[in-house]
């Protein structure tokens, strides 16, 4: 099985698509809309998988569909924040 990780963001993409906004999601989840806007934007790179669970349930997703996935090379060390 290839090694992935976690590439850019989608989640703005799957909003849309699902026709909701930022504040939307943010109402729904009892969650502050700077923070949502934090995910959406990148300026936090991954979101927790318990997180990334909850918004996949209320727009309608997989969790794998909030983010772009990368392959990485067998002996890339490299890893991108922390994983959950």
Do not use: F
Request: charged share 30%.
């Amino acid at each position: 099985m290839a090694r992935l990780r976690a590439g850019s963001c989608l989640l703005a993409k799957r909003l849309s698509e699902a026709g909701l906004t930022q504040q939307d999601l943010a109402d729904r989840l009892g969650m502050n809309k700077r923070q949502v806007s934090n995910y959406a934007t990148g300026k936090i790179k991954e979101m927790s998988l318990t997180t990334a669970v909850m918004i996949s349930d209320i727009i309608g997703c997989s969790p794998r569909d909030l983010y772009e996935w990368i392959e990485v090379p067998r002996g890339d060390k490299r890893r991108r924040g922390k994983t959950t």
